[in-house]
């Protein structure tokens, strides 16, 4: 167990749609990143938060979003959904950034019918 | 930003074989991560090690930052070994940048 929890793990929506992916970091990790993995794409950076603020950006679409709200635990937001959205999103977590190790939640998969 | 390759991209083994995986990385690194993705897409962490050789049973990593690159050898290997194994190395920046992975497959 990594100490970091997904919700929900797994969703099914349609086309259109907006789902909200929820991440409750580690106890004491100040840095939440979120990734995608689709078959054709492998695993992609999105976006990290440390301590409430975002630090980097990596391939994330303008349809998706995230926050980190003060209590650290962490949201993505996907809205517009495409059938190409469909994936297995990481949350992973860190005591800081840059150079910590991260630890990964068990993920969420989300399918666009 | 950093570039990671990893090989051999496929591994087939026999239960009972060992083998090596290969990360090279293209820019200098404070640290590594090797990682196992296991049939069920669950990310297990298997090492962090900036330089050295580290060793968990039947596994075991070794990173020679100055050289760039860091190997994870797997000995006896079994079934539940299979999925995939990614490196990450960290610069100190913030993007993360995965390796494509070594995708392993232990027959019995």
């Known amino acids: 167990d990594s100490g970091v929890t997904q919700t929900p793990k797994h969703l099914i929506t349609a086309t259109g749609q907006r789902v909200t992916l929820r991440c409750s970091p580690r106890?004491?990790?100040?840095?939440v990143y979120w990734y995608q993995q689709s078959l054709d794409q492998g695993l992609q950076f999105l976006i990290q938060?440390?301590?409430?603020?975002?630090?980097a950006k990596g391939n994330i679409l303008e349809r998706f979003s995230a926050q980190q709200f003060p209590d650290l635990h962490s949201e993505l937001n996907l809205s517009s959904l495409e059938l190409g959205d469909s994936a297995l999103y990481f949350c992973a977590s860190s005591q800081g950034g840059g150079r910590q190790p991260q630890h990964f939640g068990d993920g969420t998969r989300l399918s666009i019918l | 930003g950093i570039q990671v390759e990893q090989s051999p991209p496929d591994l087939i083994l026999q239960e009972g074989a060992n083998s090596t995986l290969r990360c090279n990385f293209s820019?200098?690194?404070?640290?590594l991560q090797w990682f196992h993705q296991n049939p069920w897409g669950q990310l297990i962490n298997l090492f962090y090690i900036p330089s050295g050789t580290k060793q968990n049973g039947r596994l075991s990593a070794t990173t020679v930052a100055t050289e760039r690159y860091s190997l994870l050898y797997i000995s006896s290997s079994q079934t539940t070994d299979s999925g995939v194994y990614f490196c990450?190395?960290?610069?100190?920046?913030?993007?993360?940048?995965f390796g494509a992975g070594t995708r392993l497959f232990v027959k019995a």
């Open positions: 106890s004491g990790d100040l840095s």
């Open positions: 990450i190395p960290y610069t100190g920046g913030f993007k993360t940048i």
């Open positions: 820019d200098s690194v404070n640290n």
């Open positions: 938060y440390y301590n409430g603020e975002e630090r």
